[in-house]
């Protein structure tokens, strides 16, 4: 069974900084892409960052320049550091992972539980 848990939420002033990680665990094959999405309330889930096993990243342009994601392959670990922090930033973060399980023989997209992160004074 694999799972996605997630780590490092809090609350933060504004321009503060946190890093949230996560890790898949379980029986695994191979781990495509690993990522951070976040849900506002009342507003869409909304892609973050991601980051292939190649290393290749992406990030909403509301990020560039303030959050870092990277990732250990060796641990099947996914980290996301986000330095100036903003209010807008408040949202729940979810861990997001395309993999194989050595149960099947084709990906499967897995979302962690969530993590709570708190900009505010």
């Known amino acids: 069974q694999v799972q996605l848990v997630e780590s490092g939420g809090g609350l933060v002033q504004p321009g503060g900084s946190l890093r949230l990680s996560c890790a898949a665990s379980g029986s695994i094959y191979n781990i495509y892409t690993m990522g951070w999405y976040r849900q506002a309330p009342g507003k869409q889930r909304e892609l973050v960052a991601r980051i292939t096993s190649s290393g290749t990243t992406n990030y909403a342009d509301s990020v560039k320049g303030r959050f870092t994601i990277s990732r250990d392959n060796t641990q099947n670990t996914v980290y996301l550091q986000m330095n100036s922090l903003k209010p807008e930033d408040t949202a729940v973060y979810y861990c997001?992972?395309?993999?194989?399980?050595?149960?099947?023989?084709?990906?499967?997209?897995?979302w962690g539980q969530g993590t709570q992160v708190t900009v505010s004074s």
């Open positions: 997001n992972s395309l993999l194989v399980p050595r149960s099947t023989d084709y990906a499967v997209d897995y």
